[in-house]
């Protein structure tokens, strides 16, 4: 029997799952058929879980403890061996690890621009004053100025993923024959832009976008429950966030 996992993850002021990160360990869990308790926690509230890196997702089983989407990953995959692998070999893995790196650093920052006024809107009114401070430091404008030149910017991005369109022209996956964390990882940043706005950031033609479509259909359609059957409120409302609570490391999103 495995122990119950329990995930920490943000959630819209409706209880939607929209972080892309913690879509990242959604999408593992289910890839591993592992149930899970969803926690509903605060932006300013996840210093309180008591981990080093202050960042969702962050998983509880037993007395373990790990957070980072690909720590979590590769925790999975050491424990449940009997599953399907997410990350596979060392070299399966070591791939992954660039997909994660452009992903971070070329897909998340646009779609943030893309999506930050919407997720404003979106969220727990408990949390929009962090949500403002933080994304503005990250986006260097206001997220008003980052929305106006959205169709700019949304032009720029489809053409710097192409990469990603040639790959899915050649093989189903990003992982090859066989969805793995590399897919999950880049379904997530559009999972995020998918439930944070009604903008639309790839055109329905486009082999990202089907590949994005046969991705939540995986798991029994996995990726289309996008509010938790349990869990709910965590720690939200508990109002005991310092400055010193900022996140070491978190990613941009
Ligand atoms: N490398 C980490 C990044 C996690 C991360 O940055 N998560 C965001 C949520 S989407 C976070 O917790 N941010 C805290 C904050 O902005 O205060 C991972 O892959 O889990």
Same mark, same amino acid.
């Given at each position: 029997m495995t122990q119950e996992i329990i995930l920490y993850e943000l959630a819209a002021a409706?209880?939607?799952?929209?972080?892309p990160f913690c879509w990242r360990t959604r999408f593992s869990l289910a890839h591993k058929g592992l149930p899970f308790k969803s926690v509903h926690i605060g932006f300013t509230d996840i210093g309180e879980l008591g981990?080093?890196?202050?960042?969702?997702?962050a998983i509880r089983s037993g007395d373990t403890f790990v957070e980072d989407s690909w720590d979590i990953a590769v925790y999975l995959d050491q424990h449940y061996p009997?599953?399907?692998? /997410?990350?596979?070999c060392e070299l399966g893995k070591g791939v992954a690890r660039f997909v994660e790196c452009f992903t971070d650093k070329v897909i998340h920052p646009t779609i943030l621009r893309l999506v930050s006024r919407d997720v404003f809107d979106r969220m727990d009114p408990y949390d929009r004053p962090y949500f403002r401070l933080s994304r503005e430091e990250m986006l260097g404008c206001s997220l008003e100025e980052a929305q106006a030149t959205r169709d700019q910017t949304v032009r720029a991005f489809r053409k710097a993923i192409h990469p990603i369109r040639l790959t899915l022209n050649k093989q189903p996956w990003l992982s090859g024959a066989s969805p793995g964390h590399a897919d999950y990882i880049v379904m997530a940043a559009f999972q995020w832009g998918r439930l944070a706005?009604?903008? %639309?950031?790839?055109?329905?033609?486009?082999p990202i976008a089907q590949w994005f479509e046969r991705g939540l259909d995986l798991h029994h359609g996995f990726?289309? %429950?996008?509010?938790?059957d349990d869990g709910g409120p965590?720690?939200?409302?508990?109002? /005991?966030? %310092?400055?010193?609570m900022r996140p070491v490391g978190a990613g941009i999103c």
């Open positions: 409706d209880d939607t799952r929209f972080s981990g080093a890196n202050r960042t969702v997702p009997d599953r399907p692998p /997410l990350l596979g706005t009604d903008f %639309k950031i790839l055109e329905d033609d486009d990726g289309r %429950k996008v509010h938790p965590g720690f939200a409302g508990t109002g /005991l966030w %310092k400055a010193s």
